[in-house]
């Protein structure tokens, strides 16, 4: 029997919201900064309890709520989520805790290496198939890999974990069989004890930054929830509307954002290993668009057919 999931086809609004999620986790390092001065971990169970709140709103908005609810019928859906849950929870805060000890740039190589780990699940687990320009675009990525983990000198574990464990979130996500927003809703949901007891806890205690230092801290904190809810409601509509290989490669969107602005606004020094790289991953990109579309899409005015026929769905604010 085949697998559906090895059919499916790249459709315009994946590529859309794969785009959206991408290039809003390449700039969101730029709103952390804003609260550089609270512990990292209470940041990572503010974004944890926030999150479940706006995804709740979110999913209440849209009329959607009860047909969440509905879906903890199924025992297996529960255990799926719970997985991600556990996963994406991991995912934040080994990334939380390597920016507070100073090691972002092994962060970065994660998601240079991530799209491999992606792209091994999918022809492994998924069966698709692989092109002669998807093995050029792989080569490329592995090339740009080893070039990074050249720089950084050393084998990279918070990397490797990283890759390991985001990539592993995705399958998942792609598995479930639930919409985005009520998907991530119930995800988001099954962290909210957790955090809510941990924040609790700082209030009677006295010792948490909400309350206690200024408004402006308090609106950072509590939008920590929408800024990380809306990129990954786009990461799970982009993962039910493209290839797992082809959501894969999107990802080198991320670290590509990240060296701009460490270049232009935090005046990091850009190396030749840099540059190489971002030729590696451009090209690769490039080889991966055009072997991901089919050969219709090449027409423009297929291309406005295909979003009429496929409206994107509202997945974050309007």
């Keep these: ?16 919201y794969g785009a959206g999620c991408y290039v809003l ?8 900064n804003l609260l550089r001065e609270i512990s990292s ?5 503010h974004r944890m309890l926030w999150c479940a709140v706006a995804m709740a709103l979110f999913v209440a908005a849209q009329g959607k709520f009860w047909t969440a609810i509905k879906a903890l019928k199924s025992r297996r859906l529960v255990l799926t989520l719970f997985a991600t849950a556990i996963l994406i929870s991991m995912n934040w805060g080994v990334y939380v805790w390597s920016v507070a000890t100073h090691q972002v ?23 698709e198939m692989m092109s002669p320009l998807r093995w050029i675009a792989v080569s490329l990525g592995i090339v740009a890999v080893l070039g990074q983990t050249y720089q950084l000198g050393h084998f990279p574990w ?10 592993a979130y995705g399958y998942l996500r792609k598995m479930a069989s639930i919409g985005a927003m009520e998907g991530l809703f119930l995800e988001s949901s099954l962290l909210l004890p957790f955090s809510v007891g941990l924040v609790s806890f700082w209030a009677w205690q006295g010792t948490g930054a909400l309350g206690t230092i200024d408004w402006r801290t308090d609106l950072l904190l509590i939008c920590a929830g929408p800024v990380t ?11 039910q509307r493209l290839r797992f290989s082809t959501f894969g490669f999107m990802q080198y969107l991320v670290p590509m954002i990240a060296i701009y602005i460490a270049v232009t606004l935090f005046h990091e020094r850009l190396t030749w290993t840099h540059i190489f790289t971002f030729a590696c991953l451009i090209v690769a990109l490039i ?14 005015v297929n291309w406005l057919r295909a979003w009429k026929k496929e409206p994107i769905e ?3 604010f309007e």
């Excluded at 085949?2 to 994946?14: E, F, L, V, Y």
């Design 1 to 16: 029997m085949s697998n559906p999931q090895a059919d499916q086809r790249d459709t315009p609004a994946g590529f859309a």
């Design 25 to 32: 986790w390449g700039i969101l390092p730029l709103y952390w």
């Design 41 to 45: 971990f209470e940041v990572l169970i």
């Design 105 to 127: 740039v092994e962060v970065s190589l994660g998601y240079f290496i991530t799209p491999l780990f992606v792209l091994a699940m999918g022809i492994f687990l998924l069966g």
């Design 158 to 167: 918070i990397a490797v974990e990283q890759a390991v464990v985001f990539a």
């Design 229 to 239: 809810a809306v990129p990954l409601s786009f990461f799970t509509a982009a993962a």
């Design 287 to 300: 080889l991966l668009a055009l072997d991901g579309a089919p050969r219709h899409w090449r027409n423009p």
């Design 314 to 316: 509202p997945v974050g």
